[in-house]
Antibody, heavy 119, light 107 residues
Framework: QVQLQESGPGLVKPSETLSLTCIVS????????WSWIRQPPGKGLEWIGY???????NYNPSLQSRVTISVDRSNNQVSLKLTSVTAADTAVYHC?????????????WGQGTLVTVSS | DIQMTQSPSSLSASVGDRVTLSCRAS??????LNWYQQKPGKAPNLLIY???SLQSGVPSRFSGSGSGTDFTLTISSLQPEDFATYYC?????????FGQGTELEIK
């Protein structure tokens, strides 16, 4: 069974960079797409972007200028960086594996990690 | 971006009820529509993909239908564990987008 675990600082100061890591276990990073999705407290879900194991990426245009998703195949990890954060970036951040058959659904999710942007 | 609109925003129902949740896309998305259930403090859980395909391990009381712009999620007989928030998601084109959710509450 594929399991995903997010980790990173729970508190980030405004204007700084949010950095999170997702460790994938029970399966390989290879031949899959990996996404980051966030959810502000009490609100809905927002897709941030995805990365293919080869390194190709697709980002939400609303965040594209500030976001970088990368993959470390040797350590079975996917990472997220979001620059110049503001209070609006406060959210639970989930990593998820995207279905590999082309239907684009999120098959496996990490439990999520809350990141608060505050000075 | 494709906008996804769910209705109702909240719904009160009783155990044993049959309920139908709706999701509408701002343009045709064929059957690239997925449904998730989310309980407080937990990650969303995939229920239905490709509009009507039941994810492995999901009870058969859940079913999905629709194509184009209008979709429904039906729970044939509500169980206590089904009270949660339900989200639809389009995967027809990026950026992938979600509906705002339907909160299913106990009457």
């Amino acid at each position: 069974q594929v399991q995903l675990q997010e980790s990173g600082p729970g508190l980030v100061k405004p204007s700084e960079t949010l950095s999170l890591t997702c460790i994938v276990s029970g399966g390989s990073i290879s031949s899959n797409y990996w996404s980051w999705i966030r959810q502000p407290p009490g609100k809905g879900l927002e897709w941030i972007g995805y990365i293919y194991y080869s390194g190709s990426t697709n980002y939400n245009p609303s965040l594209q200028s500030r976001v970088t998703i990368s993959v470390d195949r040797s350590n079975n990890q996917v990472s997220l960086k979001l620059t110049s954060v503001t209070a609006a970036d406060t959210a639970v951040y989930h990593c998820a594996r995207v279905d590999s058959s082309g239907w684009g659904y999120f098959q496996y999710w990490g439990q999520g990690t809350l990141v608060t942007v505050s000075s | 971006d494709i906008q996804m609109t769910q209705s109702p925003s909240s719904l009160s129902a009783s155990v044993g009820d049959r309920v139908t949740l709706s999701c509408r896309a701002s343009q045709s998305i064929s059957n690239y529509l997925n449904w998730y259930q989310q309980k407080p403090g937990k990650a969303p859980n995939l229920l239905i993909y490709a509009a009507s395909s039941l994810q492995s391990g999901v009870p058969s009381r859940f079913s999905g239908s629709g194509s184009g712009t209008d979709f429904t999620l039906t729970i044939s007989s509500l169980q206590p564990e089904d009270f949660a928030t339900y989200y639809c998601q389009q995967s027809y084109s990026t950026p992938y987008t979600f509906g705002q959710g339907t909160e299913l509450e106990i009457k």
